[in-house]
């Protein structure tokens, strides 16, 4: 199979920066970066960027999620900052964490507006490079957020490393950022693909099947699981597709095909509310929005709706028949 074109508008998938790791603990070099004329700064309040609006067409705007080391400062007392890297052009890049508390102050101020990342992505209203950048400072900064505390004795723990490590000063344990892995796939059986949908999905909303990997277990093995558990459909072949970075909070989003060795459908309801076997031809329709029942398909920022394209289109060597797991 052809490597899947990340310049689509996958969201957060594009993300062009060089970060530096080797310089994360050189303090004189983050110090002079912290105060370039070059430098910018993306601000969230808690996991909320902060937009400020450039112009007002009626059809969302333009917005900029840039703001320099004066500008940044100037919206409140920073309770974090990460180093993110250099862009092409060497101009560094920090993400600061603002207090959820300065959310009513900065939304008031004329040319600000707070918009949830989902939100950003689904509108569009940054590239999606800085799309990407976006994601990736969300997703550090919830990480900070939700490991302030020692896992091993319990102590406070303290920033290090620009950003990317915690510290425990009374075990002298080290902490990383976590990444979740989630499979993310369609069974197929022939012309027909299986999608199912949860109760918190737009009506008529039907998506690819998903869910986290476990301990000791490969990505075909998660593929072939998670369908049987959520759908009672046993898998034989899984391909791999692409992958997508989803920093809500901090999941990597592995999309596969499997080819389906039987067709009865058996939903599990606490995982979902219903499942079934969609034509070709229902899903081109869903993707356009056509579908005569008011079936839809996720929208194209999320792998899913990529997932979907690709059997719609009736791509090639999706599920090669050997060498596949």
């Known amino acids: 199979m052809p490597p899947f074109d990340r310049s689509s508008a996958v969201g957060f998938c594009l993300n062009p920066l060089n970060r530096l790791s080797e310089r994360r603990e050189d303090d004189a070099f983050l110090d002079a970066m912290r105060h370039a004329p070059s430098t910018r700064y993306m601000v ?4 909320v960027p902060v937009l400020r609006q450039v112009s007002d067409d009626g059809d969302g705007g333009t917005h900029e999620a840039l703001f320099s080391h004066d500008e940044a400062a100037a919206l409140g007392e920073p309770v974090r ?12 890049l920090f993400a600061v964490g603002l207090d ?17 990342l989902r939100s950003i992505a689904m509108r569009g209203l940054v590239t999606p490079e800085l799309l990407g950048e976006l994601g990736g400072a969300k997703a550090m900064l919830d990480w900070h957020q939700r490991h302030r505390f020692c896992a091993n004795c319990g102590a406070p723990s303290r920033v290090g490393a620009a950003g990317w490590r ?6 002298n344990t080290q902490h990383f950022p976590r990444v979740d892995p989630v499979v993310i796939m369609m069974a197929i059986d022939g012309d027909r693909c299986l999608l199912g949908r949860q109760p918190r999905f737009p009506p008529g909303m039907y998506s690819a099947l998903a869910g986290f990997l476990e301990p000791g277990e490969t990505i075909e093995d998660a593929v072939r699981r998670e369908i049987k ?11 791999y597709f692409a992958s997508q970075p989803w920093p809500f909070p901090s999941s990597l989003m592995i999309g596969c095909f499997a080819r389906a060795q039987d067709t009865e459908v058996v939903v599990d309801r606490t995982e979902l509310e219903d499942a079934r076997w969609f034509t070709r031809a229902e899903v081109v329709r869903m993707l356009a929005g056509t579908h005569p029942d008011g079936f839809s398909a996720p929208k194209p920022f999320a792998i899913a709706y990529h997932l979907l394209k690709a059997f719609a289109d009736d791509e090639p060597h999706l599920l090669p028949d050997a060498g596949q797991g």
Do not use: K, P, W
């Not at 959820?100 to 949830?116: H, K, N, P």
């Not at 959520?230 to 899984?238: D, R, Y």
């Open 229 to 239: 558990e959520e759908a009672g459909i046993a898998c034989s072949h899984v391909s």
């Open 166 to 171: 915690r510290e425990c000063d009374a075990c």
């Open 81 to 92: 900052d990460i180093f993110l890297g250099q862009d092409r052009n060497g101009a560094a």
């Open 44 to 47: 969230m309040v808690g996991d």
């Open 100 to 116: 959820t508390a300065r959310a009513q102050t900065l939304s008031a101020r004329a040319g600000l507006v707070l918009v949830d």
